[in-house]
């Protein structure tokens, strides 16, 4: 099989970045990528910028592959998502040439006369990949590995508290967006109601959108519902988180709520979407309703698409559809102050020998991911691939502290709120123009 290539699904920043890595070893890649452009999903989020600075956001290999052709890494500056495709990764991908293919979205990955109940010379045999193009046209190629680098973008949670579409969900899909809003295209919310739904970055993100938007546009009003009570951790790390531009995202939030610019309701948990006129109200599994809102931004994270892996034989975490081994160092419910460590390719291997889940897809569900372990997790896989047991083995990173302690606490407990070990008690805020009843 040694003639075949090392196909890598996806061409966002890891899928890129696992090509460089792979030529640097004296691998053939071929990345495979569902858009007609690299990073497509980064594109869809473009206005966003980012809370890693330029220096944390490119791959060491792909600088390497890139600085023969005159680019030169930028140092300084947090880039949108825009930003970070034009002075990096179009360039990267521009390197790789036709090792990508594009239009090519992977729909299942198997083992040559293999399917995922025969063990009989199953590590021996070629993956099969086979994939479909934008006009429904099916192909088969062979690789003697498989790196998914697909990530998570494709697949959003609902607003529904239970994991599931909220009732009236689907139904309701024309008013409800699933990213964040972009202030240079302001007509969807400008002089409107708008209910952002989930309480990470992203969210984050959104507020500060929108009220940007509302500052231009007078009568605009923003509601943003929390599932959680106000505690320690509810707008991010702060100061203590070490990526300033991360602690500083959540607290822009904070001062929104506090200035009263944006109303924040707390320990709602979405059941229902119903349909008024135009717009929809948002009912809560204890039967409460908000007022009706023209749009639903909802941000509540994401979850890895699997189905194109049912006959991988693949030994993930019941709970966060991660590899099993970094299950522990990143599930929110037991996460605590810098305890996520970089993550490699003993962690990432699953029983199919050489099938790799790197990247966002690695996490799961889980919200923590960075480009820099995505970055060493590709490192340390192409390196294993190449046989280097070393290198493979050796940890090349440490990976910033978010200043947020703990992980989820008890559910439906106050008083660990923001939780954990070592996260002091809450301090609940008197939030909002106007008084919510909890």
Do not use: C, N, Q
């Given at each position: 099989m040694s003639d075949l290539p090392v196909v890598v699904i996806g061409a966002g920043p890891q899928g890129l970045a696992a090509a460089a890595h792979l030529l640097e070893r004296g691998l053939e890649p071929l990345v495979l990528e569902s858009g007609v452009s690299p990073a497509s999903a980064v594109?869809?989020?473009?206005?966003?910028?980012?809370?890693?600075?330029?220096?944390?956001?490119?791959?060491?290999?792909?600088?390497?592959?890139?600085?023969?052709?005159?680019?030169?890494?930028?140092?300084?500056?947090?880039?949108?998502?825009?930003?970070?495709?034009d002075g990096y990764l179009a360039p990267l991908a521009k390197a790789l040439g036709d090792r990508i293919q594009y239009d090519a979205r992977v729909t299942g990955v198997s083992r040559k006369g293999r399917d995922r109940l025969v063990d009989a010379d199953r590590a021996e045999q070629a993956f099969t990949v086979h994939r479909v193009d934008a006009e429904g046209n099916e192909s088969r190629l062979e690789a003697r590995a498989v790196i998914d680098a697909s990530g998570t973008w494709r697949g959003p949670n609902p607003a529904g508290a239970d994991g599931l579409p909220a009732l009236g969900e689907r139904a309701a899909a024309d008013v409800i967006a699933y990213q964040v809003p972009n202030r240079a295209e302001p007509a969807r919310f400008a002089g409107k109601h708008t209910v952002v739904v989930g309480a990470g970055d992203s969210a984050f993100n959104a507020i500060h959108e929108l009220v940007q938007i509302a500052a231009d546009h007078p009568r605009t009003r923003i509601t943003w519902v929390i599932r959680r009570v106000v505690g320690d951790g509810t707008f991010g790390g702060g100061a203590a988180d070490e990526l300033p531009e991360r602690g500083a995202l959540g607290q822009r939030a904070?001062?929104?709520?506090?200035?009263?610019?944006?109303?924040?309701?707390?320990?709602?948990?979405?059941?229902?979407?119903?349909?008024?006129?135009?717009?929809?109200?948002?009912?809560?599994?204890?039967?409460?309703?908000?007022?009706?809102?023209?749009?639903l931004v909802v941000l509540t994270g994401f979850r890895p698409d699997l189905s194109f892996l049912s006959e991988m034989r693949l030994d993930l975490d019941p709970t966060l559809e991660a590899p099993r081994k970094i299950a522990v160092e990143i599930d929110p419910n037991v996460h605590s102050c810098g305890s996520v460590r970089a993550t490699g390719a003993a962690d990432l291997a699953q029983p199919e020998p050489d099938l790799y889940l790197v990247g966002m897809k690695s996490y799961g569900r889980a919200p923590t991911f960075l480009a820099l372990t995505g970055y060493e997790q590709i490192r340390s896989v192409v390196a294993q691939l190449a046989g280097d047991h070393e290198a493979a083995a050796r940890v090349e990173l440490e990976l910033p502290d978010t200043g947020v302690c703990g992980g989820a606490g008890v559910f439906d407990d106050p008083d660990s709120a923001g939780g954990g070990c070592c996260a002091p008690a809450p301090t609940v805020l008197q939030i909002g123009r106007t008084p919510v009843s909890l």
């Open positions: 594109a869809e989020w473009g206005h966003v910028r980012l809370f890693s600075a330029w220096p944390e956001l490119v791959d060491k290999a792909s600088v390497r592959l890139l600085e023969p052709t005159g680019w030169a890494s930028p140092e300084t500056g947090y880039p949108t998502g825009a930003e970070w495709i904070k001062k929104a709520v506090e200035s009263g610019a944006v109303d924040l309701v707390t320990g709602f948990r979405v059941a229902e979407i119903r349909r008024m006129g135009g717009g929809a109200v948002l009912v809560g599994e204890d039967g409460r309703e908000l007022p009706a809102a023209d749009t």
